[in-house]
């Protein structure tokens, strides 16, 4: 049985393998380069909070290189593959034996469906898993310098943080647990309907809201989130907005936690005296800011004494302070290691329902 | 003569409609046995449960002993020939015979390349263009050279041309022949039958309406035509499965184990598609009434 899966998996795994290699080749003739554009711009011999600056413009120079594409587009396809996977290998393990009539054939020689599908299963449900795994490791490699400058304290454009939706599904061990479940899910999904283009659609948008939702209101949830409240004027870069009439409300967003570099921003902001979240802007404030436009505008377009830090500095005189729900950056990997289980907990209830439905079948 | 396949109050039901109901019957051991019936007897729903491809709604039913396809030894010892004779359209006639090796134990291989050179096939050829011929060659050929007990067809020649259906069914008799396998097909192609199977059972809408050794019925049955008379006359050992009447003809189809007398008749032996037609269009003994539902086409 593992001999014939070999054989009717060569297809797609010669076609994997292609892909693989010509990933790996993309990344391997031009990450010496962002290497060394890293290391000329300094930021692999800086120590300590020197770094920032050098790491900034390593960060800002990506968006005019290419490489800023292509960390998008390696990305793009560490992302889709396990969709891709699911849709190729998955929707017609079964459904194309059902389809062609096939499965009397192959359900009709010396060897139980039961052992058939979990021969099947193993060889292309552990091949998606490597070949995704893979994918995600060139990259990770690819991307060594970039990861290192966001950890330096600058994430600008494509250099975000671990914890951001991109990158927390395209590194570390996610990309595992993804492929196994939208593998298994166009099994099942071609169990169930027993044709393969409408199963292939159905993994497709099954797979799309999950991967949409997780990060959205599942993934902030694994752990309960850490909270802490800290000077408005300790936002760094943030910059206040004031609306309503005379400026007489505003907001305030945190964009990073000093003394935190790394942690997962969930929502932040401003608080009064009594730590009661708040938007009303003090009284005695609403003249100094004297913006009247949205966003944290330089400080050369006001007066003395007058823009967006004398606006914060008032605030602070007034009590006011930044409260922020966060997971600290040491949580990566338990994130990681909870996310995947999830999707290897719901790939291996698929695939049980797979053998089940089969038992049953035809 | 003990049986291959035994089934006993068999329903199966695709959501609401049944494909089988309270069917009962037995396939003989060591024959040929054809399976005939109208579309939407229950033909392929039986064979397929006797391989084991789907499960019974309720009832009961054993091949050779044991319930279909329950464990690897199970089905090695059934070869099943699907409708359409399928076979995977990427992969050539040489692994497609790998396949089979792989899969069972006892596979003959010498058997199959046997029968692959017989047929004319070429190994490299991919199923995918074989002709429909070729690959109900090639289909037999993987359920034959795992050398089961009972080989089960369906409807293995209908799509074939004439001369294709001849050499099938030629094949299918030397295979026969030369291993001891019992053997199960289906079709509606009477003569095709005639040819081959030596075991006859007529299903209607899941019922057997006939079933026996083909010389037998044959032996027992008779064509009488004469001057218009009412069947009700007749000996009671003469029993009427057909009649039909002009204004002063009457010919009917009787089953009786005695020689005909009466020199009104002209008494004529009946072929098998007689016989079929005749217990086909035959009314049946009392069907129950929900079967009506499946709306069976003669």
């Known amino acids: 049985m593992i001999r014939l899966s070999l054989l009717q998996f060569r297809i797609q795994a010669i076609t994997a393998a292609a892909i693989l290699a010509a990933f790996a080749v993309l990344l391997a003739a031009t990450g010496p380069h962002l290497a060394s554009m890293y ?148 099994v099942s999904a071609g169990a169930l309907i027993r044709r393969t283009v409408p199963a292939m659609a159905v993994t497709l948008a099954i797979f799309a809201a999950l991967q949409v939702a997780m990060p959205l209101w599942v993934r902030p949830n694994l752990a309960s989130p850490d909270r802490t409240v800290i000077p408005v004027t300790s936002l760094g870069g943030a910059g206040p907005s004031q609306t309503g009439p005379g400026g007489d409300r505003f907001t305030l967003y945190a964009l990073n936690i000093p003394g935190q570099p790394g942690a997962w921003l969930l929502s932040s902001g401003p608080v009064n005296a009594a730590g009661q979240a708040t938007s009303t802007t003090p009284a005695a404030c609403a003249s100094v800011g004297n913006t009247g436009v949205s966003e944290g505008a330089q400080g050369n377009a006001f007066g003395p004494g007058q823009g967006p830090a004398a606006f914060v500095a008032c605030l602070a005189g007034h009590g006011i302070r930044e409260a922020i729900t966060y997971q600290p950056a040491s949580r990566y990997w338990r994130f990681q290691a909870t996310e995947t289980a999830i999707y290897l907990v719901l790939a291996l209830a698929l695939a049980g329902y797979c053998f089940r439905r089969l038992s049953r079948l035809s | 003569m003990s049986a ?146 009972l080989l089960i067809l369906d409807e293995p020649v209908a799509a074939l041309d004439p001369l294709a259906r001849r050499e099938f069914l030629q094949g299918l008799m030397e295979a026969v022949a030369e291993h001891e396998v019992s053997v199960v097909l289906s ?11 030596d075991y006859m059972i007529v299903l209607v809408a899941s019922q057997v309406r006939l079933a026996g050794e083909v010389s037998a019925l044959l032996a027992s049955h008779r064509r009488l035509s004469g001057p218009r008379r009412d069947p ?27 020689p005909v007398l009466d020199p009104a008749w002209a008494v004529t032996p009946v072929s ?10 035959r009314a049946g003994n009392g069907p129950p009434a929900r079967r009506q539902r499946l709306g069976v086409v003669s």
Not at chain 1, 45 to 56: E, F, K, N, T
Not at chain 2, 13 to 29: G, H, K, S
Not at chain 2, 187 to 196: F, G, I, K, Q, T
Not at chain 2, 250 to 257: A, E, F, G, K, N
């Open chain 1, 39 to 186: 290391a000329a711009d300094g930021v692999g011999s800086c120590h300590g909070s020197g770094c920032l600056s050098p790491a900034s413009y390593f960060t800002g120079s990506l968006v005019r290189s290419p490489y800023g594409v292509l960390f998008l587009l390696s990305t793009g396809i560490i992302l889709l593959a396990p969709a891709v996977i699911g849709l190729f290998w998955g929707a017609p393990l079964i459904a194309r034996e059902l389809e062609t009539g096939t499965a009397a054939l192959a359900w009709n020689q010396s060897v139980t469906r039961t052992r058939w599908l979990a021969v099947k299963l193993a060889i292309a449900g552990l091949t998606a898993m490597a070949v995704t795994e893979a994918l995600s490791l060139m990259q990770t490699w690819w991307a060594a310098p970039i990861s290192q400058a966001v950890a330096d304290g600058s994430g600008a454009g494509v250099a975000q943080s671990r914890f951001s939706q991109l990158n927390f599904a395209a590194h570390g061990i996610t990309p595992l647990g993804y492929a196994a479940f939208a593998f298994a899910l166009g």
């Open chain 2, 4 to 149: 291959v396949i035994q089934a006993s109050g068999l329903d199966k039901r695709y959501r609401r409609t049944w494909a089988l109901r309270e069917c009962t019957l037995a396939v003989p051991e060591g024959c040929v046995t054809g399976l005939v019936g109208p579309n939407g007897a229950g033909k392929t729903t039986l064979l397929r449960l006797a391989a084991g491809m789907i499960a019974p709604t309720r009832g009961a039913i054993t091949v050779l002993g044991q319930r279909p396809a329950a464990g690897p030894a199970q089905l090695a010892r059934v070869g099943f020939v699907a409708q359409d004779t399928p076979a995977y359209a990427r992969m050539s006639v040489t692994d497609h015979l790998r396949l089979g090796a792989w899969l069972n134990p006892g596979w003959d291989g010498d058997l199959a390349r046997r029968r692959i050179a017989q047929s004319g096939l070429d190994p490299r050829q991919r199923a995918g263009s074989l002709s429909g011929g070729q690959r109900a060659q090639l289909a037999l050929t993987l359920a034959l050279a795992k050398r089961p007990e």
């Open chain 2, 187 to 197: 079709s509606h192609l009477v003569a095709d039958l005639e040819r081959v199977c």
């Open chain 2, 232 to 258: 009700g006359s007749l000996p009671a050992t003469q029993e009427v499965i057909t009649e039909s009447h002009t204004d002063k003809q009457s010919v009917l189809l009787i089953r009786t184990d005695e």
């Open chain 2, 272 to 281: 098998v598609e007689d016989l079929v037609l005749a217990y086909m269009s």
